[in-house]
């Protein structure tokens, strides 16, 4: 029957569940998503959104809370704005009464009376901590008799390998693993799903792309902004849960994956799964930690300034570190992640060096290096060497160039949200984390949390708010053999050295 497929794609007779509707995340993501899908038509026909959340709140107000992240430029995009609320509604309730679901349940009846399947897709925009009471009350309440469910659960998923098998085993009773899409936004986002293209799509890629050819590889993440106020909440994660151990470690298995015999879900998922049991656990020896303090002109807080933060906590906001994947292609390429709150610029690039050219004709020549910039400014470039105009035999680095605001000017490039919430509504797994692969990426980085955790006497190296990061970082990575080689003050043209323009990190 079509309503037990695993990949039907909903088109109609389906509802969308918001749990946390009244959270930031729904507010800021969600629900801008979901219109962004409505705007396009991509959205199932009659399809119904419901919030549900613990706040009280009456019709108007929820409705002008779902919209206040939401633009409306023009007069067409607010009528557009105005039907997609139409199809929304709101029921109040708690996360563990069974009176509270069994009235949501009473409310999606209500909506869904005249179909002939009544499809659900569950969003649990909540924290962590009642995934596990939501999900059973949802199953026992909630569950459609005639047609499919879905539940989507954001990251993160547990804080190591332990508590990740056991959020798998709460959910486990409940819904089946071709149920369950666990979100990680940044697989949504374009350049990151460009990289499978990028990689098995052209052949003078995949004939460098190995350990004879490339010497380091870097996957840089970078805000520059700390915690404002939400202190609280990260301090019990750090920025290696709450980035690195899922969105970096998801762009690296595509980036050394094997070529996935088609583009199905499992098959790709297959080959980064591999990927990820070859890499050995995080040896401490390959970490620098760092957290930022107050900004050198005095105008930014540093971490420990943040109220909501605990005292004396040694709470990471900066890390680097370095994994290697035990394979035949890989071994022996260090994979450099860095990733911090409170730097320079906003910034999420890899950047692949290649090998030394052989010396010989040069002294002293550039590596050639392969930059994928996620975002912001979504591009591919190639920094290569060239002779300079002239009489001389003179060299300069200078790219070949994908900017896409360039050579996409007239296509949208979609939020992360909006792909991954309707290859949910397709069924396509490709994009979200599996229970193994879930498995296999803690397995990775537990041992290096709970040292961290263990040793007291280990305490993150200060960097001024708005830095690039540590003092040590440009011998961290040097020490790896990236090498930083710009006699000439080579900068990216599309934008300057001050964001992001140079191949300093």
């Not at 705007?39 to 009659?46: A, H």
């Not at 803690?442 to 280990?458: G, M, Q, V």
Request: charged share 30%; aromatic share 10%.
């Amino acid at each position: 029957m079509a309503a037990q497929e695993d990949n039907f794609e909903l088109r109609e007779n389906t509802t969308v569940i918001v749990l946390g509707a009244s959270g930031d995340l729904a507010k800021k993501k969600t629900f801008p998503a979901l219109f962004g899908l409505h705007r396009n038509g991509f959205l199932p026909k009659d399809c119904r959104i419901v919030g549900y959340a613990r706040t009280v709140m009456n019709g108007e107000d929820y409705l002008k809370r779902i919209s206040q992240y939401i633009k409306t430029p023009t007069d067409e995009i607010k009528e557009q704005l105005n039907d997609f609320l139409s199809r929304c509604s709101y029921v109040s309730g708690q996360y563990d009464k069974d009176e509270s679901f069994q009235d949501l349940r009473a409310h999606l009846e209500d909506l869904e009376h005249g179909r002939s399947n009544n499809h659900r897709l569950f969003y649990m925009a909540l924290p962590p901590s009642v995934f596990k009471t939501v999900s059973d009350h949802l199953k026992k309440n909630c569950y459609p008799e005639r047609g499919i469910a879905r539940l989507i659960v954001e990251k993160p998923f547990g804080k190591d390998l332990q508590s990740s098998r056991d959020l798998q085993k709460a959910l486990e009773p409940n819904w089946k693993e071709e149920e369950i899409f666990r979100i990680d936004h940044y697989l949504g986002k374009e350049m990151v799903k460009n990289l499978l293209i990028l990689r098995f799509g052209n052949e003078f890629f995949g004939a460098t792309w190995n350990r004879n050819h490339i010497d380091n590889v870097q996957i840089t993440f970078k805000e520059p902004f700390g915690t404002e106020g939400r202190g609280g909440y990260f301090d019990d994660f750090g920025i290696i849960r709450d980035v690195m151990q899922n969105h970096l470690l998801q762009v690296l298995t595509i980036i050394a994956m094997e070529r996935p015999i088609s583009f199905s879900a499992e098959d790709i998922r297959d080959e980064k799964v591999r990927v990820l049991r070859g890499i050995p656990a995080i040896e401490p020896k390959n970490v620098i930690i760092g957290q930022y303090s107050k900004s050198l002109d005095g105008s930014k807080p540093g971490y420990l300034d943040d109220d909501t933060v605990p005292p004396n906590s040694r709470c990471p906001t900066f890390c680097a570190l370095v994994v290697y994947i035990k394979n035949e292609r890989w071994d022996g390429v260090p994979f450099i992640l860095k990733a911090g709150k409170a730097l320079n610029e906003q910034k999420t690039e890899i950047r692949i060096q290649f090998k030394d050219v052989t010396s010989g004709i040069f002294k002293d020549i550039p590596r050639n290096e392969l930059v994928i910039r996620v975002q912001p400014n979504e591009s591919v470039y190639i920094k290569m060497n060239s002779k300079l105009p002239g009489l001389s035999m003179q060299t300069a680095v200078t790219e070949l160039d994908l900017t896409y605001r360039r050579r996409f000017s007239d296509l949208k490039i979609p939020e992360a949200y909006e792909a991954l919430i309707l290859d949910a509504l397709k069924g396509d797994h490709s994009n979200f984390v599996r229970d193994d692969e879930l498995d296999a990426s803690w397995r990775i980085f537990t041992p290096l949390l709970h040292y961290l955790d263990a040793n007291k006497e280990i305490v993150p190296m200060e960097y001024p708010y708005g830095s690039r990061g540590p003092a040590v970082l440009d011998d961290f990575t040097a020490s790896y053999g990236y090498k930083f080689n710009d006699p000439a003050g080579y900068q990216w043209p599309v934008t300057s050295a001050s964001n992001g323009g140079s191949s300093r990190l």
